[in-house]
Protein backbone atom coordinates (compact mmCIF):
# COMPACT_ATOMS: atom_id res chain seq x y z
CA UNK A 1 0.00 0.00 0.00
CA UNK A 2 1.48 2.84 -0.97
CA UNK A 3 1.49 6.15 1.46
CA UNK A 4 -2.13 8.47 1.78
CA UNK A 5 -0.40 11.50 0.50
CA UNK A 6 -3.23 14.08 0.96
CA UNK A 7 -7.27 14.17 2.11
CA UNK A 8 -9.90 16.27 1.62
CA UNK A 9 -11.02 18.55 -1.25
CA UNK A 10 -7.28 20.27 -3.21
CA UNK A 11 -7.59 23.38 -5.34
CA UNK A 12 -5.51 23.07 -7.84
CA UNK A 13 -7.23 20.01 -10.15
CA UNK A 14 -10.02 22.40 -10.30
CA UNK A 15 -7.85 25.16 -12.24
CA UNK A 16 -7.01 22.35 -14.63
CA UNK A 17 -7.97 21.43 -18.28
CA UNK A 18 -7.17 19.24 -20.97
CA UNK A 19 -4.66 16.86 -19.04
CA UNK A 20 -2.56 14.86 -20.94
CA UNK A 21 -2.55 11.24 -21.03
CA UNK A 22 -0.06 8.51 -21.15
CA UNK A 23 0.76 4.70 -21.74
CA UNK A 24 1.19 2.26 -19.29
CA UNK A 25 4.27 0.59 -19.52
CA UNK A 26 3.85 -3.11 -21.19
CA UNK A 27 6.83 -3.79 -23.11
CA UNK A 28 10.42 -3.98 -21.92
CA UNK A 29 12.65 -0.63 -22.69
CA UNK A 30 16.43 0.81 -22.86
CA UNK A 31 17.66 4.18 -21.77
CA UNK A 32 19.86 6.09 -20.39
CA UNK A 33 18.43 7.80 -17.50
CA UNK A 34 15.27 6.48 -15.86
CA UNK A 35 13.32 9.12 -14.09
CA UNK A 36 11.01 7.02 -11.09
CA UNK A 37 8.58 10.15 -10.36
CA UNK A 38 6.54 12.30 -12.22
CA UNK A 39 6.12 15.27 -9.35
CA UNK A 40 8.27 18.78 -8.89
CA UNK A 41 11.56 16.88 -9.40
CA UNK A 42 10.57 14.18 -12.03
CA UNK A 43 8.91 17.06 -13.95
CA UNK A 44 11.80 19.47 -13.71
CA UNK A 45 14.48 16.65 -13.65
CA UNK A 46 13.12 15.73 -17.38
CA UNK A 47 12.88 18.93 -18.59
CA UNK A 48 16.44 19.56 -17.88
CA UNK A 49 18.01 16.29 -19.17
CA UNK A 50 15.72 16.15 -22.22
CA UNK A 51 18.29 19.06 -23.61
CA UNK A 52 21.07 16.41 -23.33
CA UNK A 53 21.94 13.96 -25.76
CA UNK A 54 20.56 11.03 -23.95
CA UNK A 55 17.54 8.49 -23.79
CA UNK A 56 14.92 9.51 -21.09
CA UNK A 57 11.89 7.64 -19.80
CA UNK A 58 10.02 8.34 -16.57
CA UNK A 59 7.74 6.72 -14.63
CA UNK A 60 5.00 7.12 -12.07
CA UNK A 61 2.81 5.18 -10.72
CA UNK A 62 -0.04 7.40 -10.47
CA UNK A 63 -1.43 9.74 -12.96
CA UNK A 64 1.11 12.41 -13.78
CA UNK A 65 1.17 15.10 -11.54
CA UNK A 66 -1.37 13.95 -9.06
CA UNK A 67 0.73 12.85 -5.86
CA UNK A 68 2.30 15.49 -3.52
CA UNK A 69 2.55 18.01 -6.69
CA UNK A 70 -1.56 18.48 -6.57
CA UNK A 71 -1.31 19.38 -2.27
CA UNK A 72 1.92 21.98 -3.19
CA UNK A 73 0.94 25.16 -1.99
CA UNK A 74 3.20 27.05 -4.90
CA UNK A 75 4.98 29.48 -2.62
CA UNK A 76 8.86 29.64 -4.46
CA UNK A 77 10.81 31.34 -2.11
CA UNK A 78 14.63 31.06 -2.46
CA UNK A 79 14.88 31.45 1.58
CA UNK A 80 14.57 28.55 3.35
CA UNK A 81 13.01 27.24 6.67
CA UNK A 82 16.45 27.66 8.16
CA UNK A 83 17.58 30.78 8.26
CA UNK A 84 20.93 31.81 6.41
CA UNK A 85 22.79 33.12 9.80
CA UNK A 86 21.34 29.77 11.49
CA UNK A 87 22.96 27.71 8.65
CA UNK A 88 26.51 30.04 9.13
CA UNK A 89 26.35 28.53 12.63
CA UNK A 90 26.49 24.77 12.17
CA UNK A 91 27.69 24.38 8.51
CA UNK A 92 29.99 27.57 8.04
CA UNK A 93 29.19 31.34 6.46
CA UNK A 94 30.93 30.36 3.23
CA UNK A 95 28.61 26.88 2.87
CA UNK A 96 25.86 28.76 4.52
CA UNK A 97 26.02 31.24 1.98
CA UNK A 98 26.71 29.11 -1.18
CA UNK A 99 23.57 27.17 -0.74
CA UNK A 100 21.48 30.52 -0.49
CA UNK A 101 23.03 31.17 -3.47
CA UNK A 102 22.13 28.38 -5.07
CA UNK A 103 18.53 28.79 -4.08
CA UNK A 104 18.47 31.85 -5.64
CA UNK A 105 19.87 30.87 -8.91
CA UNK A 106 17.26 28.17 -8.95
CA UNK A 107 14.60 30.89 -8.67
CA UNK A 108 15.77 32.43 -11.44
CA UNK A 109 15.97 29.32 -13.68
CA UNK A 110 12.67 28.49 -12.51
CA UNK A 111 11.19 31.60 -13.88
CA UNK A 112 13.08 31.12 -17.69
CA UNK A 113 12.03 27.59 -17.96
CA UNK A 114 8.48 28.70 -16.50
CA UNK A 115 8.45 31.15 -19.11
CA UNK A 116 9.67 29.17 -21.79
CA UNK A 117 6.56 27.05 -21.43
CA UNK A 118 3.89 27.53 -23.90
CA UNK A 119 0.85 27.92 -21.25
CA UNK A 120 0.11 29.59 -18.86
CA UNK A 121 1.37 27.80 -15.51
CA UNK A 122 0.21 30.91 -13.23
CA UNK A 123 3.95 32.18 -12.73
CA UNK A 124 4.20 35.65 -10.97
CA UNK A 125 7.35 37.21 -9.66
CA UNK A 126 6.70 38.21 -5.71
CA UNK A 127 7.94 39.53 -2.85
CA UNK A 128 8.37 38.11 0.08
CA UNK A 129 7.35 39.09 3.59
CA UNK A 130 9.13 37.27 6.85
CA UNK A 131 7.58 38.70 9.98
CA UNK A 132 8.85 38.08 13.23
CA UNK A 133 5.78 36.72 15.45
CA UNK A 134 7.66 38.04 18.67
CA UNK A 135 9.88 40.69 20.01
CA UNK A 136 12.54 38.47 20.80
CA UNK A 137 12.48 36.91 17.02
CA UNK A 138 12.58 40.66 15.82
CA UNK A 139 16.19 40.31 16.70
CA UNK A 140 16.62 37.32 15.11
CA UNK A 141 15.18 39.19 11.74
CA UNK A 142 17.92 41.70 12.39
CA UNK A 143 20.62 39.62 12.68
CA UNK A 144 19.34 37.79 9.33
CA UNK A 145 18.90 40.91 7.53
CA UNK A 146 22.23 42.34 8.48
CA UNK A 147 23.28 39.08 7.13
CA UNK A 148 21.50 38.90 3.86
CA UNK A 149 22.66 42.50 3.05
CA UNK A 150 25.97 41.56 3.34
CA UNK A 151 26.30 38.68 1.11
CA UNK A 152 24.25 40.59 -1.54
CA UNK A 153 20.86 39.35 -1.70
CA UNK A 154 18.18 42.07 -2.41
CA UNK A 155 16.65 42.62 1.17
CA UNK A 156 14.82 45.36 3.19
CA UNK A 157 14.00 45.18 7.16
CA UNK A 158 11.04 47.06 8.14
CA UNK A 159 9.84 48.01 11.85
CA UNK A 160 6.67 47.32 13.09
CA UNK A 161 5.62 51.50 12.20
CA UNK A 162 6.62 50.51 8.61
CA UNK A 163 4.29 47.14 8.93
CA UNK A 164 1.84 49.04 9.90
CA UNK A 165 1.64 51.58 7.24
CA UNK A 166 2.29 49.57 4.26
CA UNK A 167 1.08 46.41 5.13
CA UNK A 168 -1.77 46.90 7.66
CA UNK A 169 -1.20 44.55 10.30
CA UNK A 170 1.34 45.03 13.30
CA UNK A 171 3.86 43.24 14.07
CA UNK A 172 7.52 43.82 15.94
CA UNK A 173 9.48 43.18 12.38
CA UNK A 174 9.52 42.15 9.15
CA UNK A 175 12.33 41.94 6.18
CA UNK A 176 11.41 41.80 2.54
CA UNK A 177 12.92 39.99 -0.30
CA UNK A 178 12.78 39.98 -3.46
CA UNK A 179 13.41 37.02 -6.38
CA UNK A 180 10.74 35.25 -5.22
CA UNK A 181 7.69 34.15 -7.26
CA UNK A 182 3.97 32.16 -7.01
CA UNK A 183 2.59 29.61 -9.67
CA UNK A 184 0.05 26.85 -10.03
CA UNK A 185 2.47 23.57 -9.21
CA UNK A 186 0.53 21.20 -10.61
CA UNK A 187 0.01 23.06 -14.15
CA UNK A 188 3.93 23.62 -13.84
CA UNK A 189 4.72 19.91 -13.42
CA UNK A 190 1.57 18.47 -16.48
CA UNK A 191 3.00 21.69 -18.81
CA UNK A 192 6.55 20.11 -18.11
CA UNK A 193 6.16 16.37 -18.37
CA UNK A 194 4.06 17.44 -21.47
CA UNK A 195 6.25 19.74 -23.54
CA UNK A 196 9.79 17.13 -22.70
CA UNK A 197 7.25 13.89 -23.77
CA UNK A 198 7.30 16.11 -27.20
CA UNK A 199 10.89 16.17 -27.70
CA UNK A 200 11.95 12.27 -29.31
CA UNK A 201 14.07 11.04 -26.84
CA UNK A 202 11.79 11.28 -23.68
CA UNK A 203 9.09 8.49 -23.02
CA UNK A 204 6.66 9.16 -20.62
CA UNK A 205 4.64 6.13 -18.66
CA UNK A 206 1.95 6.70 -16.14
CA UNK A 207 0.14 3.97 -13.71
CA UNK A 208 3.52 2.35 -13.82
CA UNK A 209 5.01 0.98 -10.80
CA UNK A 210 8.59 0.21 -10.68
CA UNK A 211 10.92 -1.57 -8.76
CA UNK A 212 14.57 -2.04 -8.54
CA UNK A 213 15.87 -6.14 -9.50
CA UNK A 214 19.64 -5.97 -10.12
CA UNK A 215 22.89 -4.56 -12.10
CA UNK A 216 23.23 -6.62 -15.37
CA UNK A 217 26.02 -5.43 -18.18
CA UNK A 218 26.11 -1.94 -17.48
CA UNK A 219 22.45 -1.58 -16.93
CA UNK A 220 20.11 -1.52 -13.95
CA UNK A 221 16.92 -3.49 -14.22
CA UNK A 222 13.58 -2.27 -13.44
CA UNK A 223 10.55 -4.35 -13.09
CA UNK A 224 7.19 -2.53 -13.72
CA UNK A 225 4.16 -4.18 -12.18
CA UNK A 226 3.32 -5.17 -15.69
CA UNK A 227 6.19 -7.69 -15.74
CA UNK A 228 7.86 -5.22 -18.37
CA UNK A 229 11.65 -4.39 -17.70
CA UNK A 230 13.18 -0.73 -17.52
CA UNK A 231 17.07 -1.33 -18.52
CA UNK A 232 18.57 2.16 -17.34
CA UNK A 233 22.34 3.21 -17.09
CA UNK A 234 21.04 5.65 -14.73
CA UNK A 235 18.10 6.31 -11.89
CA UNK A 236 16.80 9.07 -10.66
CA UNK A 237 14.29 8.69 -7.46
CA UNK A 238 12.20 11.98 -7.47
CA UNK A 239 9.60 9.81 -5.52
CA UNK A 240 9.19 12.77 -3.12
CA UNK A 241 7.98 11.96 0.63
CA UNK A 242 7.44 8.00 -0.34
CA UNK A 243 11.22 7.68 -0.88
CA UNK A 244 13.14 4.90 0.79
CA UNK A 245 16.11 5.98 1.24
CA UNK A 246 17.71 5.58 5.07
CA UNK A 247 15.42 8.68 6.36
CA UNK A 248 15.42 7.75 9.98
CA UNK A 249 19.21 7.23 9.54
CA UNK A 250 19.19 10.83 8.22
CA UNK A 251 16.68 12.35 10.39
CA UNK A 252 14.50 12.96 8.05
CA UNK A 253 10.92 13.30 9.32
CA UNK A 254 7.22 12.91 7.55
CA UNK A 255 4.45 15.00 9.43
CA UNK A 256 1.22 16.83 7.83
CA UNK A 257 0.25 20.11 7.31
CA UNK A 258 -2.67 21.64 6.33
CA UNK A 259 -4.53 24.49 3.91
CA UNK A 260 -7.28 25.76 2.18
CA UNK A 261 -8.59 28.12 -0.72
CA UNK A 262 -10.45 31.15 0.09
CA UNK A 263 -13.38 32.18 -2.36
CA UNK A 264 -12.75 34.91 -4.54
CA UNK A 265 -11.96 38.77 -3.50
CA UNK A 266 -12.78 41.51 -5.81
CA UNK A 267 -9.29 42.91 -4.16
CA UNK A 268 -6.53 42.86 -2.28
CA UNK A 269 -6.71 46.36 -0.41
CA UNK A 270 -3.87 46.91 2.00
CA UNK A 271 -1.23 43.62 0.85
CA UNK A 272 1.06 45.71 -0.63
CA UNK A 273 1.92 43.76 -4.11
CA UNK A 274 -0.05 40.97 -2.83
CA UNK A 275 3.53 39.29 -1.76
CA UNK A 276 3.49 35.89 -0.02
CA UNK A 277 3.63 36.55 3.78
CA UNK A 278 5.10 34.27 6.23
CA UNK A 279 6.24 34.34 9.90
CA UNK A 280 9.06 32.91 12.68
CA UNK A 281 7.15 31.14 14.84
CA UNK A 282 7.19 27.35 14.20
CA UNK A 283 5.46 25.88 12.83
CA UNK A 284 4.58 28.52 10.77
CA UNK A 285 1.56 29.85 9.39
CA UNK A 286 2.39 31.28 5.49
CA UNK A 287 -0.45 32.90 2.69
CA UNK A 288 -0.25 34.04 -0.57
CA UNK A 289 -2.65 35.06 -3.21
CA UNK A 290 -4.13 33.35 -7.10
CA UNK A 291 -4.42 34.19 -10.31
CA UNK A 292 -8.53 33.73 -10.12
CA UNK A 293 -8.58 36.25 -6.61
CA UNK A 294 -8.13 33.42 -4.07
CA UNK A 295 -6.44 33.40 -0.98
CA UNK A 296 -4.29 30.05 -0.23
CA UNK A 297 -2.81 29.87 3.43
CA UNK A 298 -1.42 27.07 5.16
CA UNK A 299 0.27 25.91 8.31
CA UNK A 300 -1.04 24.07 11.68
CA UNK A 301 1.80 21.22 11.22
CA UNK A 302 1.68 18.21 13.19
CA UNK A 303 3.50 15.12 13.82
CA UNK A 304 0.85 12.63 12.72
CA UNK A 305 2.23 11.76 9.13
CA UNK A 306 -1.20 11.33 7.25
CA UNK A 307 -4.04 13.80 7.17
CA UNK A 308 -7.77 13.00 8.73
CA UNK A 309 -9.93 11.71 7.02
CA UNK A 310 -13.11 13.24 8.60
CA UNK A 311 -14.58 15.71 6.56
CA UNK A 312 -15.54 17.95 10.11
CA UNK A 313 -12.03 17.48 11.70
CA UNK A 314 -10.84 19.14 8.07
CA UNK A 315 -13.37 21.64 8.28
CA UNK A 316 -12.35 22.69 11.78
CA UNK A 317 -8.39 22.99 10.44
CA UNK A 318 -9.89 25.16 7.50
CA UNK A 319 -11.61 27.62 10.20
CA UNK A 320 -8.34 27.79 11.93
CA UNK A 321 -6.89 28.63 9.02
CA UNK A 322 -9.33 31.39 8.14
CA UNK A 323 -9.03 32.95 11.65
CA UNK A 324 -5.13 33.59 10.94
CA UNK A 325 -5.57 35.11 7.46
CA UNK A 326 -8.61 37.56 9.07
CA UNK A 327 -6.03 38.81 12.12
CA UNK A 328 -4.01 39.72 9.13
CA UNK A 329 -6.73 41.79 7.09
CA UNK A 330 -9.70 41.55 9.24
CA UNK A 331 -11.72 43.59 6.58
CA UNK A 332 -11.87 40.63 4.03
CA UNK A 333 -14.85 39.16 3.50
CA UNK A 334 -14.71 35.06 2.44
CA UNK A 335 -14.93 31.81 3.38
CA UNK A 336 -13.15 28.25 3.14
CA UNK A 337 -14.41 27.47 -0.52
CA UNK A 338 -11.00 24.02 -0.37
CA UNK A 339 -9.44 22.82 2.70
CA UNK A 340 -7.26 19.81 3.14
CA UNK A 341 -4.50 17.82 4.76
CA UNK A 342 -1.38 16.36 3.06
CA UNK A 343 1.82 14.90 3.87
CA UNK A 344 5.00 16.89 4.32
CA UNK A 345 8.48 16.23 4.36
CA UNK A 346 11.79 17.93 6.24
CA UNK A 347 15.30 16.94 6.62
CA UNK A 348 16.92 17.58 10.45
CA UNK A 349 19.18 19.59 8.97
CA UNK A 350 17.37 21.70 6.31
CA UNK A 351 18.92 20.49 3.08
CA UNK A 352 17.23 18.22 0.54
CA UNK A 353 18.55 15.06 -0.34
CA UNK A 354 19.95 15.36 -3.85
CA UNK A 355 22.99 13.32 -6.13
CA UNK A 356 24.72 9.98 -6.18
CA UNK A 357 23.42 7.01 -3.76
CA UNK A 358 25.85 6.68 -0.82
CA UNK A 359 26.80 2.87 -2.40
CA UNK A 360 24.97 2.17 -5.55
CA UNK A 361 27.15 3.08 -8.87
CA UNK A 362 24.83 5.21 -11.15
CA UNK A 363 21.62 5.66 -8.99
CA UNK A 364 20.63 9.40 -8.02
CA UNK A 365 18.25 11.26 -5.57
CA UNK A 366 16.67 14.07 -6.17
CA UNK A 367 14.22 14.78 -2.93
CA UNK A 368 13.71 18.26 -2.07
CA UNK A 369 12.33 17.65 1.60
CA UNK A 370 11.67 21.01 3.11
CA UNK A 371 9.33 23.67 2.63
CA UNK A 372 11.49 24.83 -0.70
CA UNK A 373 10.77 21.86 -2.56
CA UNK A 374 9.91 23.26 -5.87
CA UNK A 375 13.93 25.25 -5.62
CA UNK A 376 15.40 22.34 -3.99
CA UNK A 377 14.40 19.91 -7.49
CA UNK A 378 15.15 22.55 -9.76
CA UNK A 379 19.02 23.13 -8.17
CA UNK A 380 19.10 19.25 -7.69
CA UNK A 381 17.98 18.92 -11.48
CA UNK A 382 21.14 20.85 -12.60
CA UNK A 383 23.53 19.65 -10.04
CA UNK A 384 22.51 15.72 -11.10
CA UNK A 385 22.58 16.69 -14.98
CA UNK A 386 26.24 17.40 -13.94
CA UNK A 387 27.15 14.22 -12.42
CA UNK A 388 25.88 12.33 -15.08
CA UNK A 389 27.50 14.52 -17.92
CA UNK A 390 30.48 15.48 -16.33
CA UNK A 391 31.26 13.02 -13.31
CA UNK A 392 30.87 15.92 -10.46
CA UNK A 393 29.28 18.83 -9.65
CA UNK A 394 31.47 21.78 -7.10
CA UNK A 395 28.50 21.89 -4.79
CA UNK A 396 27.37 18.21 -4.62
CA UNK A 397 28.30 18.18 -1.11
CA UNK A 398 26.24 20.55 -0.01
CA UNK A 399 23.06 18.45 -0.68
CA UNK A 400 24.52 15.05 -0.33
CA UNK A 401 22.47 12.18 0.58
CA UNK A 402 25.20 10.56 2.53
CA UNK A 403 25.94 13.69 4.45
CA UNK A 404 26.73 13.68 8.22
CA UNK A 405 23.36 14.04 10.00
CA UNK A 406 23.49 17.16 12.41
CA UNK A 407 20.15 17.74 13.63
CA UNK A 408 19.54 22.11 13.74
CA UNK A 409 16.14 22.23 15.17
CA UNK A 410 13.08 20.84 16.47
CA UNK A 411 9.86 22.17 15.83
Not at 254 to 262: C, D, H, P, Q
Request: glycine share 8%.
Amino acid sequence: MGLDLYHGELYWPHTLKDIPSYPRLEEDVFCDVLIIGGGMSGAIAANILANEDLEIVLADKRKIGHGSSAANTGLLQYSNDMMLHEFAQTIGEEKAVRFYELCFEAMKDLKDIASSLTEDVQFKERKSLYYASSQTDADKLKTEYAMLKKHGFPVEYLDDNQMKERFGFSKPAAILTEGDAEVNPQRLVIQLIKEAALKQNVRVYEQTNVQEQSFIDGYWQIKADSGAIIHAKKIIYSTGYEAALHTDRLGAELNRSFAIATSRLENFAGWEGQCMIWETKRPYFYMRTTYDGRIVAGGLDEDPMEAPQDAKVLKKYGERLLEKIKEHFPEYVMDVDYVYGATFGESADGRPFIGKHPSKDGIFYCLGYGGNGTVYSMLGAKIIRDIILYGKHPDEELVAPDRPEKKLYSK
